[in-house]
């Protein structure tokens, strides 16, 4: 009696709080769209068959947005878990990481000069990846690992890409994002980055006819 009793005073859930999870993401997701579509707003699209710079980020800014669509669709009219109680660690580690190129910004004319006979934006990208993977390190104790490196990831990506290559930077970055998860496994992952380094270095160079230097700029 006292079962039934309750599951009839349940509350019918509302189309917001229906399957919160996706519904909130996808919404996420097509935020995050539409600023890649506003930041490289001004980025040349195609020139007759070739692809122009702003080409590639628009596509990707699209399929993103559609994924977003999809996972709100979704959200509305399936039934989901609800949302649980989450804490500001993960996206606050992502924060301390990338305060922590502030200073290395800052100093960077006098940190290129510390190896002579290396170009100083290489240099300065080295210290950075370094300064942010061993940051990473210390936060897991804090936060969850899986937002810490994939935001890692990404930093290391952006310093050392101009400096240091596609070649290189896509490969530590992926290594890097794979150290997100605990079941990592060494020798699929270092394959895996491999193959992917080498889709990247074709795609964007070749395919997409990126001004992307491959190697570092000795």
């Known amino acids: 009696m006292s079962e039934s009793a309750g599951r009839g005073a349940e509350a019918p859930r509302s189309w917001l709080t229906r399957n919160p999870k996706d519904l909130w993401g996808g919404l996420v997701l097509i935020g995050m769209a539409g600023f890649a579509l506003w ?7 195609m020139r007759g068959f070739a692809f ?72 300065v990208a080295a210290i950075g990846a370094a300064v942010v993977l061993a940051l990473a390190f210390v936060l897991i104790r804090f936060a969850p690992r899986g937002p810490v490196f ?22 530590v970055s992926l290594v890097v994002s794979a150290y997100a998860t ?26 997409l006819n990126l001004p992307l230097q491959l190697w570092p700029r000795f």
């Open 52 to 123: 122009g710079p702003g080409t590639a980020p628009r596509l990707f800014a699209y399929l993103l947005m559609a994924v977003g669509v999809g996972v709100v669709l979704v959200g509305l009219f399936t039934d989901g878990p609800p949302e649980e109680d989450f804490a500001f660690s993960g996206p606050l580690g992502g924060a301390v990481l990338l305060v922590a190129l502030i200073p290395i910004t800052y100093y960077s004319a006098r940190l290129g000069h510390i190896v002579p006979g290396v170009a100083p934006d290489i240099i």
């Open 182 to 207: 605990e079941e990592i496994r060494w020798v699929e992952t270092l394959v895996w980055a491999a193959v992917l380094t080498l889709f990247c270095s074709l795609l964007f160079p070749w395919g």
């Open 150 to 171: 994939i935001t890692a990831a990404t930093l290391i990506f952006a310093v050392t890409v101009r400096p240091i290559g596609l070649v290189i930077a896509s490969f």
């Open 39 to 45: 930041a490289c707003s001004d980025l040349p699209g």
